[in-house]
């Protein structure tokens, strides 16, 4: 098992930034890529942003390209997810997600974090 905490969010102006963490803990030889997803009230949950485990390869949302980044620290089991140009649209609760390694089509997900884009 690998248990998943976020942490970072808030509220923020429009235009402003925000870091969101992820600390893994627990079966960490298991992580694999890791995605943040998020979702907004009366909306479905959407990927934002995903990395490979080596950190070589990531993927945005086209809704988040140029302004959001997916740095991962494997020393730290941590990822991060750094929001810039933020817009009320942003607001939304945001997920942690790893999938696992060893057992294919398994992923372990946080409780979340709450981010408010307003003025």
């Known amino acids: 098992q690998v248990q998943l905490v976020e942490s970072g969010g808030g509220l923020v102006q429009p235009g402003g930034s925000l870091r969101l963490s992820c600390a893994a803990s627990g079966s960490t030889s298991n992580m694999d890529t890791m995605s943040w997803y998020r979702q907004a009230p009366g909306k479905e949950r959407e990927l934002v942003a995903r990395?490979?485990?080596?950190?070589?390869?990531?993927n945005y949302a086209d809704s988040v390209k140029g302004r959001f980044t997916i740095p991962r620290d494997n020393a730290k089991n941590t990822v991060y997810l750094q929001m810039k140009s933020l817009k009320p649209e942003d607001t939304a609760v945001y997920y942690c997600?790893?999938?696992?390694?060893?057992?294919?089509?398994?992923?372990?997900w946080g409780k979340g974090t709450l981010v408010t884009v307003s003025s």
């Open positions: 990395i490979d485990n080596l950190g070589d390869s990531t």
């Open positions: 997600q790893c999938e696992s390694r060893y057992y294919i089509g398994m992923a372990y």
